[in-house]
Every structure is written in structure tokens, then in C-alpha cells.
């Protein structure tokens, strides 16, 4: 396996921890925190691990190029803008809600959780959408 493919491991992981994201909403709203806890905890190593690919990825291999152009390229930059200061703004904001979890601080960790969960969520989406546009809709023809 070559480092391109690693492109391809982080759209995964990012798809599989909005999976994991939304099972953890649908059970706190459900009572059953439990689970929750789990998939939150499932969300958590799956975004670590895209973590870990997207930076190998990056030292080895620079950034993707866009081949769209016209309408398309302006909405493909915007999602990748939005989405590049929701991923610098939410690495603070996981392991604060995290640890405030881990604490059991619950009120706290509500509280900020009603910040954290959507903004990850958009980035888990919106990271997908990008690899979709970048390596299959719209490929850099060089």
C-alpha cells in the first residue's frame, strides 16, 4: 500500500465515526447512556485513527488538487474552508468534553457537548464530501 491510499482510509474513518457520532445522539436522546458512552468511545478511536492516516498522508504526500471548475470549484472551497476551521476549532473541543464526561461533570459536559457533537459531525461530513468531489467527481487531470 502507497501513502495516496491513505486518501481513501481517511474518508473511512471520518464516515465511520459520524456512524459512531450519530448512534451516541440517538442513544443519550434514547436514556441509554451506556451506549452512548460506547459510541462515543467508538467515535473517538475512529477519529483518532483518521488522525494518525490524514497526518502520514500529508507529510508524504502535500495537498490534493481540485479539477473542478466554474460554480462547482467555488462551492468545493467553501466546504473546504468551513470544513478546515471546524476541524481546528473541534480538536480543543473533543478532549474538553471528553475529560468533562470522564469527570462525570455532566451538566458541563452537556453543555459543551451541544457545541462539540454537531461541529464533529460537520466535519466527519463535510471531510467525506470533499474526498468525493476531490478524488472521484472532480480529479485533477495535471
Do not use: C
Not at 29 to 54: C, E, N, P, Q, T
Not at 97 to 119: G, M, N, Q, S, Y
Amino acid at each position: 500500500m502507497d501513502v495516496q491510499s491513505l486518501v481513501h482510509f481517511n474518508a473511512l474513518f471520518n464516515a465511520i465515526s459520524v456512524v459512531f457520532l450519530s448512534l451516541g445522539f440517538y442513544f443519550i436522546k434514547s436514556g441509554d447512556w451506556r451506549k452512548h458512552r460506547a459510541m462515543m468511545i467508538s467515535a473517538l478511536v475512529a477519529s483518532g485513527f483518521f488522525l494518525i492516516s490524514y497526518v502520514i498522508y500529508k507529510l508524504n504526500s502535500g495537498f490534493a488538487q481540485f479539477g473542478g471548475e466554474g460554480v462547482i470549484r467555488t462551492v468545493y472551497f467553501t466546504i473546504l474552508v468551513v470544513h478546515v476551521i471546524g476541524a481546528i476549532v473541534i480538536v480543543p473541543l473533543v478532549p474538553i468534553t471528553v475529560l468533562r464526561a470522564w469527570r462525570e461533570k455532566f451538566d458541563r459536559h452537556k453543555k459543551i457537548a451541544r457545541i462539540t457533537w454537531p461541529l464533529w459531525m460537520y466535519v466527519g461530513i463535510s471531510g467525506v464530501v470533499v474526498y468525493v468531489m476531490a478524488v472521484y467527481l472532480y480529479p485533477y487531470q495535471g
